[in-house]
């Protein structure tokens, strides 16, 4: 079990008349619909119109389902099914996390999945025999933490950001960012708090974040996705300065700073995957993202 802690101070929390208390700072943390509400009114506030744009763009992609079988089947793409090109990618990427990164139980690992979205990793982590705690800022009944009702697993659910995460120090085996560390807006303070939560042998793993060779296609990435959204949707969604890609100096850099070694390993998407660098500079277009399983550990 991963001890939990307040997300504000950092203290032990007692069980109180139904909801978590810190005895330390005085805040009182419940539980609405199954899920834990960790993220305190003024970070809520904060992340109220990231939150509010996000969930809009991703329903309007056709992202939610009225049949459970689509989200049990995840990352399994439902054939003729919502986004079923992206979901046979994650597909191979998350083949590669079981094969790489975390096999089987036992040993059963305690592991974080932090910007969780629907959960899907934390259901296929639960079929694999582990404990995992599903973490996001959405708790949408179709796109965030809601939407983890349709697993056959129970786990739990816990809403708060990726900074704050309400968990001891060294409680966990594995933090994994599934898609979203992206989502930080300073790298450095993100792992930070990965590493508080991590126990001394603990590994984060980082899978499906777009990487860039270099800055500055990173940067165009950007810059076309808020004006792509602003035409598609009417927001450029970009009312928090989310970093959005890394690069491998990103990587290294973070590696020196917080004392880390990055494991890579990499996935085959198929031939048409492999040939857009060659295409984009046939095209002379910018340098497409590629997609590399990341393993950090403590050096
Ligand atoms: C692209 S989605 C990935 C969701 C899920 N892991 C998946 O692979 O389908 C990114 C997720 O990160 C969450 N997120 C963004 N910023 C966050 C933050 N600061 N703290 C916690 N979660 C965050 C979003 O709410 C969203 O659910």
């Not at 046979?88 to 094969?99: K, N, Q």
Request: hydrophobic share 40%; net charge positive.
């Amino acid at each position: 079990m991963i001890d939990l802690a307040c997300p504000s101070c950092r203290r032990a929390l007692c069980p109180h008349a139904g909801a978590l208390l810190c005895t330390a700072c005085g805040a009182e943390y419940r539980q609405v619909d199954g899920i834990h509400r960790f993220l305190p009114a003024e970070r809520a506030a904060h992340f109220q119109a990231f939150l509010a744009d996000y969930t809009a763009i991703r329903i309007a992609e056709g992202r939610a389902s009225a049949d459970p079988g689509y989200f049990r089947r995840l990352p399994e793409p439902t054939p003729g099914g919502p986004l079923e090109s992206q979901w046979e990618l994650r597909r191979r990427s998350w083949t590669t996390v079981r094969r790489r990164a975390v096999g089987p139980a036992p040993p059963a690992l305690e592991v974080v999945d932090i910007g969780a979205g629907v959960g899907w990793l934390s259901n296929r982590l639960a079929d694999l025999g582990h404990h995992p705690y599903a973490v996001d800022l959405s708790v949408d009944p179709d796109d965030g933490l809601g939407a983890a009702r349709h697993f056959e697993h129970s786990f739990p659910r816990m809403q708060a950001e990726m900074d704050a995460m309400p968990f001891g120090d060294g409680s966990a085996d594995v933090v994994v960012f599934n898609a979203s560390l992206h989502y930080s807006c300073d790298y450095h303070r993100t792992l930070v708090e990965a590493l508080r939560v991590l126990a001394p042998r603990g590994r984060i793993i980082v899978l499906d974040s777009p990487i860039y060779r270099h800055t500055a296609a990173g940067e165009a990435m950007v810059a076309e996705r808020r004006l792509d959204f602003e035409r598609r949707f009417g927001t450029r969604s970009d009312s928090l300065p989310s970093i959005g890609y890394l690069t491998p100096a990103m990587l290294h850099h973070l590696a020196g700073s917080l004392g880390l070694r990055w494991r890579r390993h990499h996935t085959w998407y198929g031939w048409a995957w492999a040939w857009r660098p060659w295409q984009a500079r046939l095209r002379s277009q910018r340098a497409p993202s590629r997609f590399t399983v990341l393993v950090g550990r403590r050096a």
